[in-house]
Nanobody, 118 residues
Framework: VQLQAFGGGLVQAGGSLRLSCAAS????????MGWFRQAPGKERELVSR????????YYADSAKGRFSISRDNAKDTVYLQMNNLKPEDTAVYYC????????????WGQGTQVTVSS
């Protein structure tokens, strides 16, 4: 499985961005896909994930009420709509996929920079 992330950029606080993650290859193996982020000097954290078939969704507390994850199985693409962005959302965002629920995420996209100015 190969993943390509798109959509990062520079936005002012309160603005919005939509990230996309296009999957290719053996996508029928995917159990779920997640969006992670890593800010300078901080550990990578899970922001949101979505089950590839059933649509079960998880949001980190920092994302609840502001971010929305969705998928388009016909396009093998997962989206992360980010609204009301804050400077603390500044990070490199990565999409990732795994084949089973209890496996670590094993497929990773290249990362896309999101910068939120105050």
């Amino acid at each position: 499985v190969q993943l390509q992330a798109f959509g990062g950029g520079l936005v002012q606080a309160g603005g919005s961005l939509r990230l996309s993650c296009a999957a290719s290859g053996r996508t029928f193996n995917i159990y779920d896909m997640g969006w992670f982020r890593q800010a300078p000097g901080k550990e990578r954290e899970l922001v949101s994930r979505i089950n590839w078939r059933g649509g079960r969704i998880y949001y980190a507390d920092s994302a609840k009420g502001r971010f929305s994850i969705s998928r388009d199985n016909a396009k093998d693409t997962v989206y992360l709509q980010m609204n009301n962005l804050k400077p603390e959302d500044t990070a490199v965002y990565y999409c990732a996929a795994r084949r089973m629920e209890n496996l670590p995420y094993e497929y990773w996209g290249q990362g896309t920079q999101v910068t939120v100015s105050s």
